[in-house]
């Protein structure tokens, strides 16, 4: 069984964020392997300006990277993420779990936007070129209130702007009506409200409260390898 790991919205170097996963999974006997989402460049102004891909393309790089997998996977969204592996996920027969880590958890019909109503976030830096990104000096605070100086800092080289188009687009499947699903609250997440996840995790077969913020992966990576451990041997439950 591995765990092909998804990361969230407006960062990029997807093997970095899961980095610290990587070890506590190995000692629960699980590999891993994270995705590279084509929107979230790593140098959005390398293109005329603007970054590039929508959440369409995000969707495709994930089944590709599924399609390269010869084992059961247990497939995770983080944040924005889980817009991304609702597409993705749907009709490939290898992936057995999906695990939504304090993410959007949507329906046929619900887009990014769905989320937390009208009002735009503060730390949130909508641009003329048609993108989206975070203001850096409000990001610790927002999103990363857990984490040790290190992390922060090595999060902070790693942010980067996203197409306003992949707010507004939907799902072109809902894998989680097909799928055994998780879904993971954060109950101490600054930036995606605790009640709001609680009411995408209706949605979900199973739901697990870690005591974190945003980023567990980087806070309490422990703690995670537990839950997606747990997923892995009963991905049916």
């Not at 495709?60 to 084992?71: K, N, T």
């Not at 247990?74 to 027969?93: C, F, N």
């Not at 197409?163 to 809902?174: D, E, K, M, N, S």
């Amino acid at each position: 069984m591995k765990v092909v790991f998804v990361h969230g919205a407006l960062v990029f170097d997807g093997a970095w964020w899961w980095s610290r996963m990587v070890e506590p999974l190995a000692a629960l006997g699980l590999g891993s392997r994270a995705v590279e989402l084509p929107s979230c460049p790593a140098s959005p102004g390398a293109s005329g300006g603007a970054a590039v891909g929508d959440m369409y393309a995000d969707a495709d790089a994930v089944r590709a990277v599924l399609d390269e997998e010869d084992e059961p996977v247990v497939l995770l969204g983080h944040s924005y993420g889980g817009m991304v592996i609702t597409d993705a996920a749907a009709g490939q027969e290898n992936v057995e779990h999906l695990v939504y880590l304090t993410s959007v958890m949507p329906e046929r019909d619900e887009a990014l936007s769905s989320f937390g109503g009208s009002e735009l976030g503060a730390w949130m830096d909508p641009g003329e070129d048609g993108t989206m990104g975070v203001k850096a000096e409000l990001a610790p605070d927002a999103f990363m209130q857990d984490c040790d100086e290190e992390a922060i800092a090595e999060a902070l080289k790693r942010l980067t702007r996203q197409p306003l188009a992949v707010f507004g687009q939907t799902p072109r499947a809902v894998a989680w009506r097909e799928k055994p699903s998780t879904y993971v609250v954060c109950a101490e997440d600054y930036a995606t409200p605790p009640e709001a996840q609680r009411e995408y995790a209706k949605r979900a077969g199973k739901v697990v409260e870690l005591p974190t913020g945003h980023h567990p992966m980087l806070s309490r990576p422990d703690l995670l390898a537990r839950v997606l451990a747990e997923a892995a041997a009963a991905p049916d439950a």
